[in-house]
């Protein structure tokens, strides 16, 4: 599990990285707003676990909550937001900006590690989530491709695929379904075709 660290006090940042270092965490730290939205628009590795200070500078926590809000991902990143702003409206402020959650300064590192582990949590659920939309739409793709006309062989009941190939019927359904053939045979055709098996 990666954690992005945006704070700019340097003992502050220290600190948090060597806590959640001795947790097993993956770390990667910022001193000011700039680094840490740089470092969340990345393609890869990016983190899954972003712990913000409000008042740092070149831009705020606030802005960043609200702009990565705004970062299309398949997995939203779980934002913390950790500051000494203790009112009651701060608080709603960082929770309507896009955090997550909300602790503040001076913090007990028991109740860090509680909230990195629910953190952590929600992380693990929306990743599992997307890939079971993700499976789930990839068996409506074989639905949908099994939906309509197909065109098939009044012969040998081969059927023609888009690309103008001819596909034997059962390879073409297990091709683009989850079904799965085994043969047998139907008590008619064994009428007809062992009738001395039957006599």
Not at 176 to 185: G, L, N, W
């Amino acid at each position: 599990m990666k954690i992005l660290i945006a704070e700019d006090d340097y003992t502050t940042r220290l600190m948090l990285q060597v806590i959640f270092e001795n947790w097993k965490y993956t770390v990667t730290t910022a001193e000011d707003g700039n680094e840490a939205w740089d470092i969340l628009q990345r393609p890869d590795k990016q983190p899954q676990i972003a712990v913000i200070d409000w008042g740092m500078p070149k831009m705020d926590g606030l802005e960043l909550c609200q702009k990565t809000r705004g970062l299309e991902r398949e997995n939203p990143i779980y934002m913390i937001m950790l500051t000494g702003r203790n009112t009651t409206d701060d608080i709603v402020d960082g929770l309507d900006a896009g955090a997550d959650d909300y602790i503040t300064k001076p913090f007990n590192e028991n109740e860090l590690r509680a909230r990195i582990r629910v953190a952590e949590r929600m992380v693990r659920i929306q990743e599992s989530l997307t890939s079971t939309v993700a499976e789930l739409s990839q068996a409506l793709e074989h639905v949908d491709i099994l939906q309509g006309i197909l065109p098939i062989c009044m012969h040998c009941h081969s059927i023609r695929s888009d690309d103008e190939a001819w596909h034997r019927l059962e390879k073409y359904i297990e091709n683009h379904s989850m079904a799965q053939f085994s043969h047998s045979i139907c008590p008619e055709c064994i009428r007809k075709h062992y009738p001395e098996d039957i006599s």
